[in-house]
């Protein structure tokens, strides 16, 4: 069993920064590929960034390339999502997963969920 709690969101300006933090439960931390998703009013959940459980290989929507990065802590049971030059079109809830293996959060088949946290983006 894991559990997932996100941190770190909340309101900035277009152009400014967040970042989102996830502490995970569990002894078994490393063993689980990690994702971040979101979603934003009116619309469906999306994939915004994916972590192997070693941290060694990475994956990111098109729409955050570039801008986002996404890290784990292993020995902190932690992953983060640092989000640079944000714009409105970031604003949404973004939530924390794990998963088995990598591809299976590239399909949002996700074991655990956190229970998300607000980020939103003043124009």
């Known amino acids: 069993q894991v559990q997932l709690v996100e941190s770190g969101g909340g309101l900035v300006q277009a152009g400014g920064s967040l970042r989102l933090s996830c502490a995970a439960s569990?002894?078994?931390?490393?063993?689980?590929?990690m994702g971040w998703f979101r979603q934003a009013p009116g619309k469906e959940r999306e994939f915004v960034a994916a972590i192997s459980g070693s941290g060694g290989s990475t994956y990111y929507a098109d729409s955050v390339k570039g801008r986002f990065t996404i890290s784990r802590d292993n020995a902190e049971r932690t992953v983060r999502l640092q989000m640079n030059s944000l714009n409105p079109e970031d604003t949404a809830v973004y939530y924390c997963?794990?998963?088995?293996?990598?591809?299976?959060?590239?399909?949002?088949?996700?074991?655990?969920w956190g229970q998300g946290t607000q980020v939103t983006v003043s124009s």
């Open positions: 569990g002894r078994t931390f490393s063993s689980y590929a």
């Open positions: 997963a794990a998963a088995r293996s990598l591809s299976l959060i590239l399909q949002s088949r996700c074991d655990y």
